[in-house]
């Protein structure tokens, strides 16, 4: 096993790169707002992700790299990431972009609780006052923001509030659904079968309830932004997080994702005028603060050498581990 207590630069430029990649996606989601449904733009976003994939997929299947059951043991995680990308095409309908990134952070307590569930060795948490104290400040610094951004009383905001915590219980699922099944998997192997049964679940929405005509009436630069915005946010990006996951660890790939927030409101203040007031501020940095110590409580549990989930896999790892890297 690798020791991430040493520098790794390859894993931490990667880790830095998704984190830019990521706190752009948002940003170019509210841009298509006016132009097309959220089905619409998940739908098309995923499909053109799953086809700059396909060819590479179909490659290391030519070369014998990619085990049939990989097919199988994708299937959980791809639904968990078809329901948690619907309601993450959907948040800046009703929310700006600042908002939802920090708002978002909620998902870590539902990848924790999950974990609990999947992971017996995380259950050790419930004893650190860092677990609970995390809890507190997450929670407390949630409702306060949308305390603080007022209006609660309007449907359409209770709907952004419900989408918003719909897609953090199903993006902290999804995290772990990954961890689980496709544990000990390449990522430029795992992603690619994930983003094309995700691809196809959104199309199928998409033609169900979404207006893909509405794409034959967008300018053509904004297909090429559309198109761009599935290569920075979906293609590369997951990769590139996998990829630091598995060289840096969860604790320290995670922790490095609080910055995600103060990059996005950054870029929606220049781009969409978004201003946080002081109370909102106030929260959002009592909210990344409950993160913060949630990520404290797992690095504290300490990484045991070979953690047994409940869904173990073990035809996965033997196969791939002759494909892995001296």
């Known amino acids: 096993m690798q020791n991430r207590r040493s520098f790794h630069p390859t894993a931490t430029l990667s880790l830095a790169i998704a984190i830019l990649l990521w706190a752009t996606i948002p940003l170019f989601l509210r841009s ?27 490659v290391f299947m030519k070369r014998g790299m990619v085990d049939r059951k990989l097919f199988y043991y994708a299937i959980i995680p791809s639904i968990v990431n078809i329901i948690a990308q619907t309601f993450w095409a959907w948040t800046v309908y009703y929310l700006e972009p600042g908002m939802v990134m920090f708002l978002s ?78 544990r000990g998997v390449k990522p430029w192997i795992s992603f690619p079968i994930i983003c094309i049964y995700t ?49 840096l660890g969860v604790s320290i790939s995670s922790g490095c994702q609080l910055v995600l927030p103060f990059m996005t409101t950054i870029g929606s203040y220049f781009i969409y005028g978004e201003i946080f007031s002081i109370g909102q501020w106030i929260c959002g940095i009592g909210l990344l603060f409950g993160a913060a110590l949630l990520l404290m409580a797992q690095r504290h549990l300490g990484e045991p050498a070979d953690p047994v989930p409940v869904c173990e896999v073990p035809e996965i790892e033997e196969f791939t581990s002759s494909f892995k890297k001296e």
Do not use: K
């Open 32 to 58: 298509f707002i006016h132009e097309i449904d959220g089905w619409t733009a998940n739908g098309s976003r995923y499909g053109f992700a799953a086809m700059l994939w396909i060819i590479p997929l179909i």
């Open 105 to 182: 952070r909620l998902s870590l307590v539902f990848t924790v609780l999950a974990s609990f569930a999947l992971f017996p060795d995380e259950r050790a948490l419930i004893r650190s006052p860092y677990f609970w104290m995390g809890i507190l400040f997450l929670v407390m610094g949630f409702i306060g923001m949308n305390i603080m951004r007022g209006n609660l009383s309007a449907d359409e905001s209770w709907m952004g509030l419900f989408i918003i915590i719909g897609n953090a219980i199903f993006l902290g699922l999804y995290g772990v659904s990954v961890r689980c099944w496709m």
């Open 199 to 247: 691809a196809t679940g959104l199309i199928i929405l998409m033609i169900m309830f979404g207006d893909p005509s509405d794409l034959l009436d967008m300018q053509p630069h904004r297909i090429v932004v559309l198109i761009i915005s599935s290569i920075v946010g979906i293609a590369l990006a997951h990769v590139f997080i996998y990829y630091a996951i598995e060289h």
